[in-house]
C-alpha cells in the first residue's frame, strides 16, 4: 500500500473517534536507534543497511508491522516497504547515477492499527568521478641534489564532486601503466596518499633508484571515487657523476705554458641542457684559485705562474651532479679529479768542481743547483778543446751522475801535453739549460796535461827480443816490467795481453790477463798455434797513466810429414808414392790450399818438382815414376814444403827429408 493510502485511512479513525466522543488510542513508541551500517559517511555505492531496534510497548496493543521508506534528494518517495516488526533491519538503495542526500524513515504499526512516529536517518550517496589531476612540472632529469624532492599536484577542474575531495592517491615507482589504487574506479582510504583534503596536494619523495621512475596520481572524492584518468610524470634519475677527463698536463717538470683542457661525459643526462635543472657546466681550477668554467663539456685553461699546482677539474651534468667536493643538503659531493702541473722557467746554477779530486783527476765534476724542477744531469754534457784553439768542444764520454752533479771522464793520458779548456751545458728537469766554462768559485775551467803520474811498460821474448820464430805446436814465454817514476815498480797491476792471430786462424784473438810481480815484473807462457802478433797493455789507473809495450811478433813454421811407399825406385818400373798431410792446431783453420814437391841430389839446392792440391783435412798423395836411366844409382832427398799463401796463418816450412834410390 502507498504512503497516500495510509494517510487517508489515519484520517478516517480520527474523525470517527471524534464524532462518538470516544478517546484517541495511544501511539506505539517510535523505531530506537536507527542506524546506517558503516556509517553516515559519503557512499560511492547506492546499496544502505538499516538497522535499529523495536522499543518495549508496555501493556498497549502488540506490535504487528515495520515501515520503512526512502525520499530522493528532492522529497519524493522512492521506495517504501513493509517488513516484519522483528527484523528490526532493511537494505535500502539510492538512485544509480543520482548523487546526493537520501532520507530514511522507519515507523512501527500496533494491532490496534496505530502508527508511531518515524525514525530517520540521512544516506550520503555520491558515484562521481572527479576530473582528472596532473603532477605539477618536473626537472627532466633528477639529479642527487634534487632529494628530497617536493611534488605538488593540481586540483581537478570544475566543480568538486558532491562529496568533495577526500585528497589525493600517488604511487611513484613500477611500470608506466600501473594505477595508485588497485580498483578500476575507486580508492581505498589506506591508498590515499594525502587524505587532507583538495589542499592537501604537495609530497616529498625521499630518494629514487638510478633509471626511469612513473609518477601517477588521482584525486579521490569524498565517497572514494577517483579520477576518470591518471595523472602521470616520468622521472628521469641520475644518480652518477660526469667522467670527467684532463688534457694537457704534463707529465714532469715542463718550461712552458701548461694548456689544460677538460672534458666531461654522462650516460645519463648528459651535458646538454635540458629544461627545468641547472646547465651542464665544466670546470677547472688551479691551486686555491677561482675555477676556470664553462657552459657544457669543455673547459680549457692556462697555467702559467712557476711552481707546483694542484689542478682540480670537475663538472657538473643535466641533472645536477657533481663532484666538485661542495656539500649539498648536508651531503658532501664526491671529491674532484686531481693533477699535478708544474712550471720551472728559470734556467738553473752550475759550476764545474773548484779543484780535482786527487784520487781520480780525470773525473770531471759540475755541480747544478735549481731550486724548483731540481738538476738533471743524465741530459747535459761536458766537453773539452786546447785552451785558446777556438776549436769546437768535443764531448767527453759521460760518467753516471751522482748527488746532482753531471759527470765526465777525461781519459787525459789519450791526449798530448797542453793546457785544455773544458765546458758544460747542465739541464734541469724543466728542460731549462745553461752553458758553464768556469768554476763554482768564478775561476776559468783549465787543466794541464799530463794530470796522472806516468807509467813505463816493456815486454820481449827471451832477452829482451821483439821477434821470434819457433816450430809448430812449440809454446814460448814473455816476459817484461811495468815501472812508474824513475823506474819504481808497479806490483800486482793487471796487464792485458792480445794475441792477434794472422789471417785464416780461427778464433782470431785471444786475450789473456798476468798480474805483476812484487818487483813490476811479470811473464806469461804462450800457448802453441799460428803466428800472431802480441800486444801487452797497462789500462792505468784513476792516478797512472795507461802504457803499452812494443808489439811482438811470433812467427810459427809450418808443420808438414810426408813418407815414400819405398825407399828403392825401379827406373821404368811401379812409381813411388808420396803421401803427407799438413798439420793445423785447430780443426777450424782450414788447410793450405797447395804443397810443394821437392827432390835435390845431396849438396845441391831444393828443385820443386810438382805442386799438389790438399784436401780438406790437410792430406795429399802422388805417384811418382823414375824413368831417367840416369837415376840409377843416385840418391835422391824427397821433402814436402808448404809455401806462404793466402789464408794460411803460419810461416813457410817442409818436411824432414825422405831418401830415395834409383834402381
Excluded at 568538486?160 to 575531495?165: A, D, E
Excluded at 677547472?284 to 689542478?311: C, F, N, Y
Excluded at 805417384?623 to 814436402?640: I, L, M, P, V
Aim: charge should be positive.
Amino acid at each position: 500500500m502507498s504512503g497516500r493510502g495510509w494517510a487517508a485511512i489515519l484520517a478516517a479513525l480520527s474523525a470517527g473517534l471524534a464524532a462518538t466522543g470516544a478517546p484517541a488510542a495511544a501511539s506505539p513508541p517510535r523505531p530506537a536507534d536507527l542506524t546506517v551500517v558503516d556509517g553516515a559517511g559519503w557512499r560511492a555505492d547506492p546499496g544502505f543497511q538499516l538497522t535499529w531496534t523495536s522499543p518495549p510497548v508496555g501493556d498497549g496493543p502488540a506490535l504487528t508491522a515495520a515501515h520503512y521508506r526512502v525520499r530522493d534528494p528532492g522529497g519524493a518517495v522512492l521506495e517504501e516497504e513493509v517488513a516484519a516488526p522483528t527484523s528490526n533491519a532493511a537494505s535500502v538503495r539510492a538512485a544509480a547515477g543520482v548523487p546526493g542526500v537520501y532520507t530514511a524513515e522507519v515507523w512501527l504499526r500496533d494491532a490496534a492499527g496505530e502508527l508511531s512516529p518515524a525514525a530517520t536517518a540521512q544516506l550520503r550517496f555520491d558515484d562521481a568521478r572527479p576530473a582528472a589531476i596532473e603532477p605539477l612540472p618536473l626537472p627532466e632529469w633528477l639529479g642527487r641534489a634534487a632529494f628530497p624532492l617536493p611534488v605538488r599536484l593540481s586540483h581537478p577542474a570544475g566543480p568538486p564532486p558532491l562529496s568533495g575531495i577526500r585528497g589525493y592517491a600517488v604511487s611513484v615507482g613500477g611500470g608506466a601503466n600501473v594505477s595508485p589504487c588497485a580498483a578500476a574506479d575507486r580508492c581505498t582510504p589506506a591508498e590515499t596518499t594525502l587524505p587532507g583534503g583538495a589542499a592537501d596536494d604537495e609530497m616529498t619523495i625521499a630518494a629514487l633508484p638510478q633509471g626511469a621512475a612513473h609518477l601517477r596520481a588521482v584525486a579521490v572524492s569524498g565517497s572514494g571515487m577517483k579520477s576518470v584518468a591518471d595523472g602521470h610524470a616520468l622521472l628521469r634519475v641520475d644518480l652518477a657523476d660526469p667522467v670527467t677527463r684532463l688534457a694537457g698536463a704534463p707529465a714532469g717538470w715542463t718550461n712552458g705554458i701548461a694548456r689544460l683542457t677538460a672534458t666531461a661525459s654522462d650516460s645519463g643526462s648528459g651535458m646538454a641542457p635540458r629544461s627545468g635543472g641547472p646547465p651542464p657546466v665544466t670546470a677547472i681550477r688551479v691551486g686555491a684559485g677561482a675555477p676556470a668554467i664553462a657552459l657544457g663539456g669543455s673547459v680549457s685553461t692556462d697555467v702559467v705562474a712557476e711552481g707546483a699546482h694542484l689542478v682540480a677539474y670537475y663538472a657538473r651534468d643535466a641533472a645536477g651532479n657533481v663532484d666538485d667536493g661542495a656539500a649539498r643538503n648536508g651531503v658532501a659531493n664526491s671529491a674532484p679529479r686531481t693533477a699535478w702541473v708544474r712550471i720551472d722557467r728559470t734556467p738553473p746554477e752550475a759550476g764545474f768542481a773548484n779543484s780535482q779530486d786527487p784520487r781520480d783527476p780525470d773525473l770531471i765534476r759540475v755541480r747544478i743547483a735549481d731550486p724548483l724542477s731540481g738538476p738533471d744531469p743524465a741530459r747535459g754534457w761536458i766537453g773539452i778543446r786546447p785552451a785558446g784553439s777556438g776549436d769546437r768542444f768535443e764531448p767527453l764520454p759521460a760518467a753516471p751522475p751522482a748527488g746532482g752533479e753531471l759527470r765526465a771522464r777525461w781519459h787525459s793520458d789519450a791526449y798530448p801535453r797542453g793546457v785544455y779548456e773544458f765546458r758544460a751545458i747542465a739541464h734541469d728537469a724543466a728542460g731549462n739549460l745553461t752553458a758553464t766554462s768556469r768554476r763554482r768559485d768564478g775561476t776559468a775551467m783549465t787543466l794541464s796535461n799530463p794530470l796522472k803520474a806516468a807509467s813505463t811498460l816493456r815486454a820481449g821474448f827471451h832477452r829482451g827480443r821483439l821477434e821470434r820464430a819457433t816450430p809448430f805446436g812449440r809454446s814460448v814465454r814473455i816476459a817484461g816490467r811495468l815501472t812508474t817514476g824513475r823506474n819504481s815498480p808497479l806490483a800486482g797491476a793487471p796487464l792485458r795481453i792480445v794475441e792477434r792471430f794472422a789471417a785464416g786462424a780461427r778464433p782470431s784473438t785471444r786475450v789473456s790477463t798476468v798480474r805483476t810481480m812484487p818487483g813490476g815484473g811479470f811473464a806469461h807462457r804462450i800457448a802453441p798455434g799460428p803466428s800472431r802478433e802480441i800486444e801487452v797493455s797497462f789500462a792505468g789507473t784513476p792516478t797512472l797513466a795507461r802504457s803499452s809495450a812494443n808489439t811482438l811478433k811470433l812467427r810459427v813454421r809450418s808443420r808438414v810429414r810426408l813418407r815414400a811407399s819405398s825407399r828403392v825406385a825401379k827406373v821404368g818400373g811401379a812409381p813411388i808414392v808420396f803421401r803427407g798431410r799438413v798439420a793445423a792446431s785447430a780443426r777450424t783453420i782450414p788447410a793450405p790450399e797447395s804443397v810443394q814437391l821437392q827432390f835435390r841430389l845431396p849438396g845441391l839446392p831444393w828443385s820443386s818438382f810438382r805442386t799438389l792440391k790438399t784436401n780438406r783435412n790437410g792430406r795429399f798423395r802422388y805417384a811418382y815414376s823414375f824413368s831417367d836411366n840416369d837415376s840409377r844409382g843416385a840418391r835422391f832427398q824427397f821433402r814436402a814444403f808448404v809455401p806462404a799463401q793466402q789464408n794460411w796463418p803460419y810461416e813457410p816450412g817442409g818436411s824432414r827429408p825422405v831418401l830415395v834410390r834409383g834402381n
